[in-house]
């Protein structure tokens, strides 16, 4: 699974799973949006997960002058998401003593 993040000149960062790449396009599935929003008590400000694209009908293609950079997410981010699309949860690495 190729996950990205991708940040867009309409200055949503989104991420996703890339389908396929081209000179002039990325081709991307299950897409979400990364925001910013407070913690329940209000005092912290962390990150939250909106659908993105959510009404378009299969994968969705964006041009890529639309996008600012794109980046790998870090692997807990990625095991969240997959764990979002695939049904798949990944356990967290423990110290076996």
Known sequence: M????LKLTTGEEVVAEIVS???DTTVVKNTIAVVLAPSPDGQNIG???IPWGSVAEGDITI?????????????????????????????QKQLIV
């Open 21 to 23: 790449e081209t000179a």
């Open 63 to 91: 041009k890529n002058s639309s996008i600012i950079y794109s980046s790998d997410v870090k692997d807990e981010l990625k095991n969240n998401y997959s764990s979002m699309f695939s049904g798949i949860v990944t356990p």
């Open 47 to 49: 990150f939250r997960f």
């Open 2 to 5: 190729n996950v990205k993040i």
